[in-house]
């Protein structure tokens, strides 16, 4: 009877004839970073989900900021009551529609595959696997929320001033905004993510983000004025997208508490994925 050996276990041969040992290799987070990130750059729909949310978002918000100063109403708006800075990132209402997307296809497509089983074969330690793959998930979000933020709101500042409206980045709350809109898709992704885990199904999971994002603000509108009022600053998008204001909004929590609630929302989906992942078999 024989004993399987680790195939990265024993004696090398070493210089002059002599052997080394070599021990196992350990699959350590950061073996798993390089992975993820590996896989996510080389599959090539998330490439085009990520250029959709880029070209989405900046188009969008271009178009509304073109819109709202196409009429005396629109800039006289904008000049008295409105939120100049808010404005100019409109678009990102459809930005988070694609991270939706983004974030529940990084995690279930590998279970539509397959691929799972060698990814946790390659890193038995689940939760390191999806730990690793959530980084690096943020960090692309984080990234492409960014620049989808600073480009839309340098055209539209520009678009503006042409007609007498002038906002800048050193203005109150502004710089905070900008930054805010790609913590806001990063968070948005993680979200998606961990309803992806839970569910594994890529249907179902961006099924469940775009009801909780986009369909849980119209069911709301149909309840009684007293029951609404309460709950609107509870909603994902209201407490989450509040940090993309510069002026506070009547009935909502500040940016950064209704921000923190939002990520509250994440990381409860994201705790019950992970828990879900180390009781079911792959």
Same mark, same amino acid.
């Given at each position: 009877?024989?004993?399987?050996?680790?195939?990265?276990?024993?004696?090398?041969?070493?210089?002059?004839?002599?052997?080394?040992?070599?021990?196992?290799?350990?699959?350590?987070?950061?073996?798993?970073?390089?992975?993820?990130?590996?896989?996510?750059?080389?599959?090539?729909?998330?490439?085009?989900?990520?250029?959709?949310?880029?070209?989405?978002?900046?188009?969008?918000?271009?178009?509304?900021?073109?819109?709202?100063?196409?009429?005396?109403?629109?800039?006289?708006?904008?000049?008295?009551?409105?939120?100049?800075?808010?404005?100019?990132?409109? *678009?990102?209402? $459809?930005? =988070?529609? #694609?991270?939706?997307?983004?974030?529940?296809?990084?995690? /279930? &497509?590998?279970?539509? %595959?397959?691929?799972?089983?060698?990814?946790?074969?390659?890193?038995?330690?689940?939760?390191?696997?999806?730990?690793?793959?959530?980084?690096?998930?943020?960090?692309?979000?984080?990234?492409?929320?960014?620049?989808?933020?600073?480009?839309?709101?340098?055209?539209?500042?520009?678009?503006?001033?042409?007609?007498?409206?002038?906002?800048?980045?050193?203005?109150?709350?502004?710089?905070?905004?900008?930054? *805010?809109?790609? $913590?806001? =898709?990063? #968070?948005?992704?993680?979200?998606?993510?961990?309803?992806? /885990? &839970?569910?594994?199904? %890529?249907?179902?999971?961006?099924?469940?983000?775009?009801?909780?994002?986009?369909?849980?603000?119209?069911?709301?509108?149909?309840?009684?004025?007293?029951?609404?009022?309460?709950?609107?600053?509870?909603?994902?998008?209201?407490?989450?997208?509040?940090?993309?204001?510069?002026?506070?909004?009547?009935?909502?929590?500040?940016?950064?508490?209704?921000?923190?609630?939002?990520?509250?929302?994440?990381?409860?989906?994201?705790?019950?994925?992970?828990?879900?992942?180390?009781?079911?078999?792959?």
């Amino acid at each position: 009877m024989t004993t399987a050996t680790h195939p990265f276990s024993g004696a090398a041969p070493a210089s002059g004839g002599m052997t080394a040992p070599i021990g196992p290799v350990k699959a350590t987070f950061g073996g798993a970073l390089r992975s993820e990130w590996t896989k996510i750059r080389s599959v090539r729909s998330t490439f085009w989900t990520l250029v959709v949310a880029l070209v989405a978002t900046i188009g969008v918000s271009v178009l509304v900021s073109i819109g709202t100063v196409g009429s005396k109403s629109g800039v006289q708006d904008l000049k008295t009551t409105g939120d100049p800075t808010s404005q100019t990132m409109s *678009g990102f209402i $459809l930005g =988070m529609l #694609v991270m939706v997307v983004f974030g529940a296809m990084s995690i /279930t &497509a590998e279970y539509s %595959t397959g691929m799972i089983r060698t990814s946790f074969t390659a890193q038995p330690r689940r939760l390191v696997m999806l730990a690793a793959k959530a980084t690096v998930l943020t960090v692309v979000a984080l990234v492409v929320g960014l620049v989808s933020s600073l480009t839309s709101f340098l055209i539209g500042a520009q678009i503006f001033a042409g007609h007498d409206v002038h906002v800048a980045l050193g203005d109150p709350n502004v710089l905070r905004a900008v930054v *805010g809109g790609g $913590l806001f =898709m990063a #968070v948005t992704a993680l979200l998606s993510f961990g309803l992806g /885990t &839970a569910l594994r199904h %890529t249907a179902g999971s961006i099924t469940a983000g775009v009801g909780l994002m986009f369909l849980l603000p119209v069911l709301q509108s149909f309840l009684p004025s007293a029951w609404r009022d309460a709950m609107t600053r509870w909603l994902p998008i209201n407490a989450g997208g509040n940090i993309l204001t510069t002026k506070d909004t009547e009935h909502m929590f500040s940016a950064w508490t209704g921000f923190g609630i939002f990520t509250l929302y994440a990381v409860v989906a994201l705790a019950i994925g992970f828990w879900l992942t180390q009781r079911r078999d792959a």
